[in-house]
């Protein structure tokens, strides 16, 4: 059985012009100690995600449809208080506001403190002191510096006494939604590469979400690529990164650039995303699509496996002749330049 398993979620916003369909039928599954990934541009439905995962979605926001199977219980049908208990003790998250979660008047000592206390309440000064001393030392904080107040920390290491936070509880799954934006690129790279070298101690599971392609290149072993509310891609990173079959994944990977290669073509992707409170039919992405043909605007895409890929695309086979030499290439990605296939 696998850690989380979130089958067919439909997580969808009330809005004026009808249900926002945010998350639209969407299915994986992380095991136990893996690091996943979860991509795609902004509005793709990655933070509503997250939020229904652990149940905090705005008063509009409510799960339509699918079960979220976290250790084989259903989150979506599950007393308030249970969820509410699980969701502290087993799934913690480092949300995108992780900067400001600190409270200014408390020092990161009490705070951390304070959390340990809530969930353990019978815990021992002394015990609770090493959890937080093995808590500093698993984030590469100095000890010493547990009693400083947030104004005095930089940063860099507020998002690391934050990680602190949520690591003493012994979480089984960390969501880490967008947890760098406010950091340079190498501070990104090393904070999650601290928890990934954390996860290996103590084999927690984390869903890392963020539209930057490089960062989870780097530390997720599989990916999840979302498009428009509805899965576009999943598999393990070494084949989403090196040889996906999906034409919105090559699009969306050519968009970031690779350090290793000097010259090369600034891509994006032209036109932007449909309107999620009404999605065309057919695969969302057609629209954009340089391999687009009738049958895409038709019919939903159905799920294409190439070893341990799925893809969801009407035009797997033509990735290889005719998408994956040119997707580099800006003019690939303008709308005007679609392939002119033909369904036949
Ligand atoms: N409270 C809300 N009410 C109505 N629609 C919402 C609400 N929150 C998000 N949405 C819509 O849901 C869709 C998915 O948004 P979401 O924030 O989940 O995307 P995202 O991929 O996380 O984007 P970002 O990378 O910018 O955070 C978007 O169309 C967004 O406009």
């Not at 208080?81 to 008047?105: F, G, H, Y």
């Amino acid at each position: 059985m696998a850690l989380l398993e979130v089958e067919d979620l439909e997580v969808y916003y009330d809005s004026e012009d009808g249900p926002v369909k945010a998350v639209d039928g969407v299915s994986f599954q992380i095991e136990a100690g893996e690091t996943v990934g979860i991509v795609g541009e902004s509005g793709c439905g990655k933070s509503t995600l997250a939020k229904a995962l652990i149940g905090i979605l705005p008063k509009n926001g409510y799960i339509n449809g699918g079960k979220i199977l976290f250790k084989g219980e259903d989150l979506t049908d599950m007393p308030e208080k249970r969820r509410r208990a699980l969701r502290w003790d087993e799934i913690s998250l480092i949300a995108q506001s992780a900067m400001n979660a600190l409270d200014p008047v408390y020092t990161i000592r009490e705070q951390i403190l304070e959390a340990i206390d809530a969930h353990y309440p019978k815990m021992g000064r002394s015990e609770a002191q090493d959890i937080i001393d093995e808590s500093f030392d698993l984030v590469g904080l100095d000890r010493d510096r547990q009693t400083d107040y947030p104004h005095q920390f930089s940063g860099g290491m507020r998002q690391r006494a934050m990680i602190a936070m949520s690591l003493v509880l012994e979480p089984s799954l960390i969501l880490a939604d967008e947890p760098t934006t406010a950091l340079d690129v190498i501070m990104q790279d090393q904070i999650l590469k601290r928890i990934n070298g954390i996860q290996q101690e103590s084999d927690t599971a984390m869903m890392v979400i963020t539209h930057d392609v490089a960062v989870v290149a780097e530390t997720c072993d599989r990916v999840v690529v979302m498009y428009a509310g509805e899965l576009a891609e999943e598999g393990p990173s070494e084949f989403i990164f090196g040889e996906p079959y999906h034409p919105y994944t090559l699009g969306l990977k050519s968009a970031f650039p690779d350090i290793r290669r000097s010259e090369q073509d600034l891509v994006s992707i032209g036109g932007h995303p449909p309107d999620l409170s009404n999605p065309p039919s057919g695969c969302r992405f057609a629209e954009r699509c340089p391999l687009a043909t009738e049958v895409c605007r038709e019919e939903s895409p159905p799920a294409v496996e190439h070893g341990e890929l799925r893809s969801f695309c009407h035009h797997t086979d033509r990735i290889d002749a005719e998408l994956r030499s040119v997707a580099s290439k800006a003019r690939t990605w303008q709308n005007d330049a679609s392939m002119e296939a033909t369904d036949d």
